[in-house]
């Protein structure tokens, strides 16, 4: 099993920066993907970003209303994830969900993560 804690959520600006946490334990070492998902209200729950590792090397993964504005990261202990969210923008608003998988493959839908975090708000006012 694998543990999922989100923080870093709140209240900002348009225009103004968060940067999320996740936190993982359990066994992290099975975990062969991490990343991002947001859910605005009355809408579906959406793919954000992401990072796997295979090969040796790491591979990101950013959905395009996203790109050049937020940034994942994380450790290569697996147990740590973060998402550095610039140049907010009001439709960014939405619950963020943290997300693990036991596979690479994937990577931009729901069913493709094994484990969730309980997700944490994130607000952007105009």
């Known amino acids: 099993q694998v543990r999922l804690v989100e923080s870093g959520g709140g209240l900002v600006q348009a225009g103004g920066s968060l940067r999320l946490s996740c936190a993982a334990s359990?066994?992290?070492?099975?975990?062969?993907?991490m990343g991002w998902f947001r859910q605005a209200p009355g809408k579906e729950r959406e793919f954000v970003a992401a990072?796997?590792?295979?090969?040796?090397?790491?591979?990101?993964y950013y959905t395009d209303s996203v790109k050049g504005r937020f940034t994942i990261s994380g450790d290569n202990a697996k147990d740590t994830v973060y998402l550095q969210m610039n140049s907010l923008k009001p439709e960014d608003t939405a619950d963020y969900y943290c997300?693990?998988?036991?596979?690479?493959?994937?990577?931009?839908?729901?069913?493709?993560?094994?484990?969730w975090g309980q997700g944490t708000q994130v607000t952007v006012s105009s």
């Open positions: 997300a693990a998988a036991l596979t690479s493959r994937q990577v931009t839908l729901i069913r493709g993560y094994d484990y």
């Open positions: 990072f796997s590792w295979g090969g040796g090397s790491r591979y990101t």
């Open positions: 359990g066994r992290t070492f099975s975990i062969y993907k």
